[in-house]
Structure formats: C-alpha cells, structure tokens
C-alpha cells in the first residue's frame, strides 16, 4: 500500500533520501496552510520542524513511500517528531512529521 508523506526539509535532500529509504523520489509540489517552521537541535545539528501557525504557508512536496519505507523515515525522524495526517492545500491527505 503507498502512503503520501509531506516533506518540506531534508527529507527533500536527494542525498538523505538516498540514505534513509534507498531511493529518490520525485515529488510533486503542494503548500501545507495553518503551520510555520521553526527548528529543534538534535545531536547538536538544528532541523527544520513544524509548529501551528495560523498564516502560515509551508511549501513542500508530496512523496510516495511504500508502508516499509514509511517506518524507516520513521526511525530517522526519532520521537523529537509526531507523524500526522494533514490536509494539504491541493485537497491531499498527507503524513506530516512535526513538533
């Protein structure tokens, strides 16, 4: 089954993709409305993370990752994130990793 996940940093990274699920994928841009980003330090490196935000406009991108692939960005996104479902301003339901 193929799951829709909302990236808007280093998940974008062809490099990190690479990395974390094996394989680059092209995404298709989308805006996620109602979040800001902010940052959060994790092993002294500062990440990009969401937060609410009520004129806040993200831009990203949707990828398609299978349910394995799912877990492994799951694992690189540790429990300093939450995975939730959103609904992106295209009408797309989405994944998105945030505080």
């Not at 062809?14 to 994928?25: A, F, N, S, T």
């Not at 009520?54 to 991108?61: D, L, R, S």
């Amino acid at each position: 089954m193929e799951e829709l996940i909302f990236v808007y940093g280093t998940l974008r990274d062809p490099k990190i993709q690479m990395d974390i699920i094996g394989r680059l994928i092209e995404g298709t841009p989308d805006t996620l409305l109602g979040y800001e980003k902010s940052t959060i330090k994790l092993r002294n490196i500062v990440y990009p993370i969401l937060v609410p935000g009520n004129n806040g406009v993200i831009e990203g991108e949707i990828l398609k990752v299978s349910q394995e692939e799912l877990n492994k960005i799951d694992e690189y996104e540790t429990d300093a994130y939450r995975r939730v479902k959103v609904k992106l301003k295209s009408g797309t339901d989405a994944w998105v990793y945030m505080k």
